[in-house]
């Protein structure tokens, strides 16, 4: 069993920066892939980024420029650096790592913008 442990979260004006980070632990076989999703109220949760196993990183349009997407030396802690926030990126940002074939989900971290 793996397990995700985000943190982070928390209010932003618009135009600020978070921070999130996800750590993962347990029985990591093989890491392939690690990444964020998030869900609005009302709203399906969709990818907002992710980075494979072989380092290639992949983006939602809405926050490509923006957001950058990274992770420790060992592959499993990710950090979302979230810059220029939006009155539209409000949200439960999810972690998700894919581990040996394998997908968990974290308990989330909220993030909300507002002035």
């Known amino acids: 069993q793996v397990q995700l442990v985000e943190s982070g979260g928390g209010l932003v004006q618009p135009g600020g920066s978070l921070r999130l980070s996800c750590a993962a632990s347990g029985r990591i076989s093989s890491v392939n892939a690690m990444g964020w999703y998030r869900q609005a109220p009302g709203k399906q949760r969709g990818l907002v980024a992710e980075?494979?196993?072989?380092?290639?990183?992949n983006y939602a349009g809405s926050v490509k420029g923006r957001f950058a997407i990274s992770r420790d030396n060992t592959k499993t802690a990710v950090y979302l650096q979230m810059n220029s926030l939006k009155p539209e990126d409000p949200a439960v940002y999810y972690c998700?790592?894919?581990?040996?074939?394998?997908?968990?989900w974290g308990q989330g971290t909220q993030v909300t913008v507002s002035s």
């Open positions: 998700n790592g894919v581990f040996g074939g394998r997908g968990y």
């Open positions: 980075i494979f196993g072989g380092g290639e990183r």
